[in-house]
């Protein structure tokens, strides 16, 4: 979301004081004379504020996404574990239920009275010693039949505490895409308060930026990956930002950098701020096509450097894939992957 021009405060929680600002700002703009610019200019800063603070609650639902998915993973592994615990579990007493069987029939009795109701002594002997290599045969297995039935306690607990995170995980998910869905449609609303000709003047606002100095190896790719990876984000240009998605028909911003390079077959973090750590770090005097530039200081926004002082990014709701000025905002990092 490439629109954002110079520091603003940060956005609070309290709802009802952003839509009043949010009207304040529409009203003034409606009634003010032609000549009164700053209306006008603070709504566009307001727009700035809630794109800024929807793409950062993007991120978050992206990070909260991607752990639910790995603890969906892991549950499933878990109830994969506890199956098959169980099915040990009823082999084993089985076992167990056929060894008693044949203590039975080998005399199942205290071995004084079996010897004296024996006839024979040599009789007595052979039953009773297979009587002592079966009793002790069921031993084991009652040794191991209690481990496993420990085993599966454990196994069934660990279910049960990654289905709760599972679940925590599901809520902050969903807590996250209610914020991002409220500050973009209160954005939409601000925007469309605008005349024509001020929505374009904020178009063209969000893609100016300061010139990116750059040595004479900078239009060369870093490696044949990122070579592929640019590739594959130019051919992402003019396709939909869609928040929380990652490709191919639309993308929000490290949506469209994990794609891309999922293109070159290299695997990067779901959200920007993972991504930022996902190679080395480089001046961004020195950077080459295909590395990562991240914006902002808590780098809640990502773009792919492809030379000339130029990115591609998804910037926002409403506007598509697109080249933008490396300077369009403040750069925090820039990673080689």
């Known amino acids: 979301m490439g629109s954002h021009r110079r520091p603003v405060p940060s956005f609070g929680s309290d709802r009802g004081a952003v839509a009043a600002v949010g009207l304040l700002s529409v009203t003034a703009a409606l009634g003010a004379a032609p000549a009164a610019a700053t209306p006008h200019d603070d709504t566009r800063a307001e727009v700035d504020r809630l794109y800024e603070e929807a ?33 040990r579990i009823n082999t084993m007493r089985e076992s167990l239920g056929s060894l008693a069987g044949a203590q039975y029939r080998s005399g199942g009795l205290d071995p004084s009275l079996t010897l ?22 069921q031993a084991g297995e009652l040794r191991r039949l209690r481990g496993a039935l420990r085993s599966l306690d454990r196994d069934r607990a660990e279910a049960a505490r990654t289905l709760r995170a599972l679940e925590r995980s599901r809520e902050d998910a969903a807590a996250h895409k209610r ?22 003047a904020y178009d063209r606002a969000a893609r100016s930026g300061r010139a990116h100095p750059h040595g004479p190896d900078a239009a060369v790719p870093a ?14 240009l003019g396709r939909p930002y869609v928040w929380g998605a990652n490709g191919p028909g639309g993308f929000d911003c490290s949506g469209l950098t994990q794609w891309s390079y999922a293109q070159a077959g290299v695997s990067l973090p779901r959200t920007s701020q993972a991504q930022r750590y996902a190679g080395r770090q480089v001046p961004l005097s020195e950077a080459r096509p295909g590395d990562l530039v991240l914006y902002r200081s808590d780098a809640s926004h990502v773009g792919m450097y492809v030379g000339n002082g130029q990115v591609i990014h998804a910037p926002y709701p409403g506007a598509a894939v697109r080249h933008d000025p490396v300077g369009m905002m403040p750069v925090s990092a820039v990673t080689r992957v």
Do not use: C
């Not at 950062?56 to 592994?77: C, I, P």
């Not at 024996?118 to 297979?130: K, M, N, P, W």
């Open 55 to 87: 793409e950062k609650a993007t991120e978050a639902y992206n990070e909260a996404d991607e752990r639910a998915d790995g603890l969906r993973r892991q549950v499933r592994t878990a109830q994969d574990g506890v199956a098959r615990q169980q099915e």
């Open 116 to 137: 004296l109701f024996s006839d024979d002594s040599e009789d007595y002997l052979e039953r009773a010693s297979v009587l002592d290599r079966i009793t002790v045969r």
């Open 179 to 200: 914020t991002v869905e409220g500050r973009l449609a209160e954005a939409r609303r601000l925007l469309n308060s605008l005349p024509a000709g001020e929505r374009a």
């Open 223 to 236: 490696s044949a990956r990122a070579a592929a990876a640019v590739a594959a984000a130019r051919s992402a």
